[in-house]
Nanobody, 122 residues
Framework: QVQLVESGGGLVQAGGSLRLSCAVSGRTFGSYGIGWFRQAPGKEREFVALISRRDSTYYADSVKGRFTISRDNAKNTVLLQMNSLKPGDTAVYSC????????????????WGQGTQVTVSS
């Protein structure tokens, strides 16, 4: 069983930055691709970013150039650095783990965290 715990959400003004952290339990951290997804009120969950088992990274077009995903295998943690935040980035952000290494499809992720709220004010 794998458990994921997100932290780092909060309220920030437009143009500001936040760094989200996803702590992953288990000794096989390096075996998973880790993705970040977000869901705003009244909207469907959408892919944000992922980092594969081999540290390849992929981003949604809406965040490319503003968000950076990275992993620290020694700490079993994946970070999502979010810069130049916009009100449209407001959502609950969740991290998830997949055996599929790199996929943007939420249904392919096997384990999910509870999520952390990010609110960007204008």
């Amino acid at each position: 069983q794998v458990q994921l715990v997100e932290s780092g959400g909060g309220l920030v003004q437009a143009g500001g930055s936040l760094r989200l952290s996803c702590a992953v339990s288990g000794r096989t951290f390096g075996s998973y691709g880790i993705g970040w997804f977000r869901q705003a009120p009244g909207k469907e969950r959408e892919f944000v970013a992922l980092i594969s088992r081999r540290d390849s990274t992929y981003y949604a077009d809406s965040v490319k150039g503003r968000f950076t995903i990275s992993r620290d295998n020694a700490k079993n943690t994946v970070l999502l650095q979010m810069n130049s935040l916009k009100p449209g980035d407001t959502a609950v952000y969740s991290c998830a783990a997949t055996y599929a290494s790199s996929t943007t499809v939420a249904a392919a992720y096997d384990f999910w965290g509870q999520g952390t709220q990010v609110t960007v004010s204008s």
